[in-house]
């Protein structure tokens, strides 16, 4: 369901289904009996609608959050239609799984003993006399970066 779509709506429709919005602007909470209502513009690439949702306790609700619409209703207000929205889920992106100490050992290992062939390259370039910029710029060299695959293969 769009912001397009339910604008066409008559007033009085409920809605349901679980469909995902972002909010746009958060603004004041207001306390109904035990619940919280807070009134925010929803949008999407449709366009944006004002709406209160019943977030039931305090915890706010926040800019660019994505909600998910399981029941609402379009109300009638003095400037046009707002969208009452009595239940929603936060949308919460699913993270991979971590990867496991093994997996991370073998993903880093090869960028660790090239970290410490660098380092030891540079470190011989200090104690040889070097200034930090002379360092420096030959840390940043082709031919350190060739010296470091060189000495990696064996």
Known sequence: MTIAQLLKMPVGTRIGGGFVLTIKTARKKTQVKNNWI???TLFDETGEMEADV????YAPLIRSQEIKIIVA??????????????????????????MSGF?????????VVRSKIKCLFLMGK??????????LKSSKSKILEEIIDETVKG
């Open 54 to 57: 019943n977030i039931k306790t």
């Open 103 to 111: 997996e991370i050992q073998q993903a880093d290992a090869a960028q």
């Open 38 to 40: 807070h009134t925010v």
């Open 126 to 135: 200090f104690q040889s006399g070097k200034s930090d910029a002379e360092v």
């Open 73 to 98: 209703e379009i109300q009638q207000t003095r400037d046009g239609i707002k969208l009452y929205v009595d239940q929603f889920a936060p949308v919460v992106e699913v993270a991979e799984p971590p």
